[in-house]
């Protein structure tokens, strides 16, 4: 996603008090820890936790593979993907059980996958998963021809939206309206 490029939100969301704007939803993206890629195989839903990068830059989201497994037969088939991230907090104890709601930030993006060819593109890629997940320790870095073994995946995004509750009880009687 180039900036300036403005998002289209497929669904409206139905809490928009709880919506992010979409710098904040781009910063809690780049951020997160784990991932979670939805894909669909076979006619079944298929998600997976997945270490990623988040390029700023290039307003994609870079995810590493083996070359081959279930991610990359479903995406073989269908381009279309959803990435999510999240963050659960704590519980909010409210008086009517209906009323409990979690202290929580997510983001949610629809994205077009495609596989990254160029090995240098790939070694790129590799090496800010690295930076971003490996201690400092190990300062060998990955080189094209170290990731001709690997798979690095392109999400282009398409749409995404950010949701986050910082602690407001909604009264029950207003959920339900």
């Known amino acids: 996603m180039k900036k300036g490029k403005k998002m289209e939100r497929l669904y409206p969301m139905t809490r928009k008090e709880r919506q992010m704007s979409d710098d904040n939803a781009k910063r809690f993206l780049y951020e997160g820890k784990v991932g979670r890629l939805g894909l669909c195989h076979g006619g079944e839903p298929y998600v997976v936790p997945v270490f990623y990068v988040y390029d700023l830059k290039e307003g994609q989201i870079f995810i590493h593979a083996a070359k081959k497994g279930r991610k990359i037969d479903a995406m073989s088939i269908d381009k279309k993907v ?14 009517l059980p209906c009323e409990y709601d979690f202290i929580y930030s ?8 495609s596989f990254v060819e160029d090995n240098e593109k790939k070694a790129n890629v590799l090496n800010m998963i690295k930076a971003k997940y490996a201690s ?10 170290m990731a001709e073994g690997t798979m690095v995946i392109k999400l282009e995004i398409i749409s995404i939206m950010g949701k986050e509750n910082k602690g ?3 009264p029950y009687s207003l959920q339900i309206q």
């Open 168 to 170: 407001t009880i909604i």
């Open 82 to 95: 959803c990435f999510e991230v999240d963050e659960a907090k704590e519980l909010v104890v409210a008086s």
């Open 136 to 145: 400092t320790a190990n300062e060998i870095a990955v080189t094209p021809s």
């Open 106 to 113: 997510s983001v949610i993006a629809f994205c077009k996958a």
